[in-house]
């Protein structure tokens, strides 16, 4: 090591004057990276040459890059980059196969055009028990310094709460018969303020309508319609988010943190089933709601066989109050530190205010075989109560919040992760373990109002 020190200590400081672009590339794509990464510098160094690098990177029309730096006659170097670009067509395929209801299909076709304004567009088709939906993406990078892109997504997509928590080990009569449908449209423009921390600063608005389809109670006959309520709402937010964690599913190292800051204005109008009333409806006038989301998880390294993580969500809105218990609370900002939380519509764990934590321990068997655990606490300021009739009031400040755990052995495979695991909801109603195995990802796109 100290041979290798002291080699290191001798060799010139990696600056360069020129970069040469090679590979299978147009005039315009090879001015594109070669501008990027010098950042229209006539000098510029290894650190600038990196964060060109990622830059180029996030365009997602680059396949491989394989450096090497040629030494010329003052002492400064010459950046060759040998490059592969992408297909210009791709189809993907994935999904999920489960012990549990969690069956998933998905299927993508995507189009990348490189130029000098790079941009790609996407179709993606989901098909499952819980969360069926088409999804429309186009997403263009503009300008070198500072970097600037913008993206459009058009989503149409649904999710059915009382068949995502039907399984083998579960009855049909362990969740109320729920289910969102939601229609929106998303702008986003965003810019890079940290290349080295990875940190994207974001502007964004969405449009939408969701449905919301229920039976107010579980004593319900194959007679009875379901109440209905619709929202409509216009949204704008300004986020700053980084994400460097190694896997989408039980990540081992890295860290996501997200600050959020959310105005949402909203229209609702509900139609009565035949539990309560018979087909009566209630239009509200236009409510405004505002919403602060701090939510931090990050993963420390505490040697080759061990990990420690953790997970902080702090949330913070005025109540956007609606017609009855069952839509109110699910309109509710939710906690939901696990993948297997968010497909469920777990009551107690929703409040307008909450503060969510829970300590993430990773056991390494290999680098892609690892017993991940997860387990923390849940407190809202208030809780929502549901009163007679499908009504609500809320609690008092600070009552008992509940527990949540989840233990899961993971092979980060090939294909995806392959995961045998449990979940444990202490304030669940009914069921508060959910045993599973599941083979592949759990893809299901965010909701209008949190995306």
Same mark, same amino acid.
């Given at each position: 090591?100290?041979?290798?020190?002291?080699?290191?200590?001798?060799?010139?400081?990696?600056?360069?004057?020129?970069?040469?672009?090679?590979?299978?590339?147009?005039?315009?794509?090879?001015?594109?990276?070669?501008?990027?990464?010098?950042?229209?510098?006539?000098?510029?160094?290894?650190?600038?040459?990196?964060?060109?690098?990622?830059?180029?990177?996030?365009?997602?029309?680059?396949?491989?890059?394989?450096?090497?730096?040629?030494?010329?006659?003052?002492?400064?170097?010459?950046?060759?980059?040998?490059?592969?670009?992408?297909?210009? &067509?791709? $189809?993907?395929? @994935?999904?999920? +196969? %489960?012990?549990? !209801?969690?069956?998933?299909?998905?299927? /993508?076709?995507?189009?990348?055009?490189?130029?000098?304004?790079?941009?790609?567009?996407?179709?993606?088709?989901?098909?499952?028990?819980?969360?069926?939906?088409?999804?429309?993406?186009?997403?263009?990078?503009?300008?070198?310094?500072?970097?600037?892109?913008?993206?459009?997504?058009?989503?149409?997509?649904?999710?059915?709460?009382?068949?995502?928590?039907?399984?083998?080990?579960?009855?049909?009569?362990?969740?109320?018969?729920?289910?969102?449908?939601?229609?929106? &449209?998303? $702008?986003?423009? @965003?810019?890079? +303020? %940290?290349?080295? !921390?990875?940190?994207?600063?974001?502007? /964004?608005?969405?449009?939408?309508?969701?449905?919301?389809?229920?039976?107010?109670?579980?004593?319900?006959?194959?007679?009875?319609?379901?109440?209905?309520?619709?929202?409509?709402?216009?949204?704008?937010?300004?986020?700053?988010?980084?994400?460097?964690?190694?896997?989408?599913?039980?990540?081992?190292?890295?860290?996501?943190?997200?600050?959020?800051?959310?105005?949402?204005?909203?229209?609702?109008?509900?139609?009565?089933?035949?539990?309560?009333?018979?087909?009566?409806?209630?239009?509200?006038?236009?409510?405004?709601?505002?919403?602060?989301?701090?939510?931090?998880?990050?993963?420390?390294?505490?040697?080759?066989?061990?990990?420690?993580?953790?997970?902080?969500?702090?949330?913070?809105?005025?109540?956007?109050?609606?017609?009855?218990?069952?839509?109110?609370?699910?309109?509710?900002?939710?906690?939901?530190?696990?993948?297997?939380?968010?497909?469920?519509?777990?009551?107690?764990?929703?409040?307008?205010?909450?503060?969510?934590?829970?300590?993430?321990?990773?056991?390494?068997?290999?680098?892609?075989?690892?017993?991940?655990?997860?387990?923390?606490?849940?407190?809202?300021?208030?809780?929502?109560?549901?009163?007679?009739?499908?009504?609500?009031?809320?609690?008092?400040?600070?009552?008992?919040?509940?527990?949540?755990?989840?233990?899961?052995?993971?092979?980060?495979?090939?294909?995806?992760?392959?995961?045998?695991?449990?979940?444990?909801?202490?304030?669940?109603?009914?069921?508060?373990?959910?045993?599973?195995?599941?083979?592949?990802?759990?893809?299901?796109?965010?909701?209008?109002?949190?995306?």
């Amino acid at each position: 090591d100290s041979m290798r020190i002291a080699f290191r200590d001798r060799c010139l400081d990696l600056r360069f004057d020129s970069v040469s672009v090679e590979g299978n590339l147009t005039e315009d794509q090879k001015q594109y990276i070669s501008t990027t990464i010098t950042d229209k510098k006539k000098e510029f160094s290894f650190e600038q040459a990196k964060r060109g690098y990622y830059r180029v990177l996030s365009t997602n029309a680059i396949q491989s890059f394989y450096p090497t730096a040629v030494l010329g006659q003052v002492s400064l170097f010459t950046l060759r980059l040998q490059t592969a670009p992408k297909n210009v &067509l791709s $189809l993907s395929v @994935g999904g999920n +196969i %489960s012990s549990s !209801s969690l069956m998933q299909g998905y299927v /993508g076709l995507s189009h990348i055009h490189f130029s000098k304004h790079p941009w790609n567009a996407a179709i993606n088709l989901d098909i499952g028990q819980f969360f069926t939906g088409v999804g429309l993406y186009f997403r263009q990078h503009i300008g070198i310094k500072p970097l600037f892109l913008y993206e459009v997504m058009l989503n149409a997509q649904s999710f059915d709460y009382f068949r995502s928590s039907q399984g083998i080990l579960q009855s049909n009569s362990l969740a109320k018969n729920i289910r969102e449908t939601e229609y929106f &449209l998303t $702008l986003n423009m @965003g810019t890079p +303020i %940290s290349y080295n !921390s990875n940190i994207l600063l974001e502007f /964004g608005a969405t449009a939408g309508v969701n449905r919301y389809d229920y039976f107010p109670a579980e004593n319900y006959s194959q007679y009875d319609k379901k109440d209905r309520t619709y929202l409509s709402y216009l949204t704008a937010r300004l986020k700053m988010a980084q994400t460097t964690l190694d896997y989408n599913m039980y990540p081992s190292s890295g860290r996501h943190r997200l600050l959020e800051f959310r105005y949402i204005l909203s229209h609702e109008k509900h139609f009565e089933g035949t539990m309560y009333a018979d087909g009566t409806s209630v239009t509200q006038p236009l409510k405004s709601t505002l919403l602060a989301r701090l939510n931090l998880e990050d993963y420390y390294d505490l040697g080759r066989w061990f990990s420690l993580g953790y997970n902080l969500d702090i949330t913070v809105s005025t109540p956007l109050d609606l017609c009855d218990y069952t839509s109110t609370m699910m309109a509710m900002p939710a906690f939901q530190p696990t993948i297997h939380s968010r497909t469920l519509m777990l009551e107690a764990y929703r409040a307008p205010i909450y503060v969510g934590f829970t300590v993430n321990p990773v056991i390494k068997f290999t680098k892609t075989v690892f017993l991940h655990l997860s387990g923390g606490y849940f407190q809202p300021y208030k809780e929502l109560l549901e009163t007679a009739s499908g009504g609500y009031t809320y609690s008092q400040p600070l009552p008992r919040g509940g527990f949540v755990g989840n233990a899961a052995i993971v092979w980060q495979s090939p294909i995806g992760p392959i995961s045998l695991s449990c979940a444990y909801y202490e304030k669940a109603e009914k069921a508060k373990w959910y045993p599973s195995f599941n083979i592949g990802f759990l893809i299901f796109r965010e909701h209008g109002l949190r995306n």
